[in-house]
Each structure stands twice: as structure tokens, then as C-alpha cells.
T-cell receptor, first 116, second 112 residues
Framework: GAVVSQHPSWVICKSGTSVKIECRSLDFQATTMFWYRQFPKQSLMLMAT?????????EQGVEKDKFLINHASLTLSTLTVTSAHPEDSSFYICSARDGGGAYEQYFGPGTRLTVT | GNSVTQMEGPVTLSEEAFLTINCTYTATGYPSLFWYVQYPGEGLQLLLK?????DKGSNKGFEATYRKETTSFHLEKGSVQVSDSAVYFCALTTGANSKLTFGKGITLSVRP
């Protein structure tokens, strides 16, 4: 149980285009989902917290107009990187917390974004 | 605020060696503590957890004990395997709606 999927697992896009990444909880309802960014050989940086049906809460320094987050249902959250640039290239990881469970988060396998 | 400090890495061990990875924390409130593992090119997997003082989390031969008096949650394994090579993150959270605070992570390499 407690499986989180991400799609796509990797994507290459051209500078100026937008990319959407999906995060799904497959066998539980996730009232809260989190989006992280990870640079090579570094820890995870929390970008935003999203609760189903409400606006995401962004961490300081994260551009909300660039990284659009939608949590439309209890099993799906999406991150859209708008007008992507090479500096947005990174590994993006989502996690989800089971609304009825303990405090642990279940992580997706990550999405490797490369902007050329 | 919350913070997690992990020992500096990387760590390289021979197969069957004993492993200790130190983790200490500061927290506002009563934290739950976690160890996550990340294999190359993958997301994070929960390795083990402890939610109150003196609890011992264990999984796949790894253990960590929640030490409130020393604010520590050190990860140990008696005999590491090559397949344990990965990045290990210590983390905490202090509430049902709280975000996870991660340590910097440490890379473990186990050679045959």
C-alpha cells in the first residue's frame, strides 16, 4: 500500500515551453501533497504544499506564477512549470500524506526535467 | 524552528562492515523522526520511523532509536551489503500538517 506515482518519469522540453508533471496517490486519499526539487547531490528543497481543493502554499523564494500547482482531487496533484528555462532543469519529487494515517509522507519516484 | 543535522559524507565501507550514520535534531514541539533512503535515479523510500522517545524503528536490518535526551536518531546496521549503497536522509516533522525537515543526506557506498 501507500504507493505514489509520478508521470512522466523524465521529460525534455525546449526553453519557453510549459511542462506538466502529475502526482497520483494510487491506493489512498491524499489530503495533502508536497512538491520538492532536488539538485544533484543535494537534499530535497520543499517548493510548496497543496491541500485538496485549496490554493497551494509556496515556500519563500518559489515563484508561484512559474510553478503552478493544482490539487483538484484527493488522488491527483499537478505541477506545471511555465515558460521553462534551462535553470529549471532539475529532479522534481512529489509526496503525499495519507489523510487518515500518521505523519509520514510517501514519495513518488521523481521526474527528471531537462530544458534545452 | 526545526532543523536536522547529519554527519558529513560520503561514507565508503566494505561489505559486512558495521554502519553508523549520525543524526541530531532541534525541534519546536514533539517531533516524529524518520530515515529515508534514495537509490540512484529514484525517489525517496521510507526506511524506518519512530514517533516517541525510546522508540526503536527497524527495517531491513537497519535500526534507529529515538533519543530525546541527546536529540538524536542515529542509523545503524550490523552488516552492510553492496545493495545498501544509496543516499540516506534523516528527517522530522512536528505536527499532522507539518512539512518534513530533511538533513542534507549522506551517500553510502559499499564495496564488495
Amino acid at each position: 500500500g501507500a504507493v505514489v506515482s509520478q508521470h512522466p518519469s523524465w521529460v525534455i522540453c525546449k526553453s519557453g515551453t510549459s511542462v506538466k508533471i502529475e502526482c497520483r496517490s494510487l491506493d489512498f486519499q491524499a489530503t495533502t501533497m508536497f512538491w520538492y526539487r532536488q539538485f544533484p547531490k543535494q537534499s530535497l528543497m520543499l517548493m510548496a504544499t497543496s491541500n485538496e481543493g485549496s490554493k497551494a502554499t509556496y515556500e519563500q523564494g518559489v515563484e508561484k506564477d512559474k510553478f503552478l500547482i493544482n490539487h483538484a482531487s484527493l488522488t491527483l496533484s499537478t505541477l506545471t512549470v511555465t515558460s521553462a528555462h534551462p535553470e529549471d532543469s532539475s529532479f522534481y519529487i512529489c509526496s503525499a500524506r495519507d489523510g487518515g494515517g500518521a505523519y509520514e509522507q510517501y514519495f513518488g519516484p521523481g521526474t527528471r526535467l531537462t530544458v534545452t | 524552528g526545526n532543523s536536522v543535522t547529519q554527519m558529513e559524507g560520503p561514507v565508503t565501507l566494505s561489505e559486512e562492515a558495521f554502519l553508523t550514520i549520525n543524526c541530531t535534531y532541534t525541534a519546536t514541539g514533539y517531533p516524529s523522526l524518520f530515515w529515508y533512503v534514495q537509490y540512484p535515479g529514484e525517489g525517496l523510500q521510507l526506511l524506518l520511523k519512530a514517533t516517541k522517545a525510546d522508540d526503536k524503528g527497524s527495517n531491513k536490518g537497519f535500526e534507529a532509536t529515538y533519543r530525546k535526551e541527546t536529540t538524536s536518531f542515529h542509523l545503524e546496521k550490523g552488516s552492510v551489503q553492496v545493495s545498501d549503497s544509496a543516499v540516506y536522509f534523516c528527517a522530522l516533522t512536528t505536527g499532522a500538517n507539518s512539512k518534513l525537515t530533511f538533513g542534507k543526506g549522506i551517500t553510502l557506498s559499499v564495496r564488495p
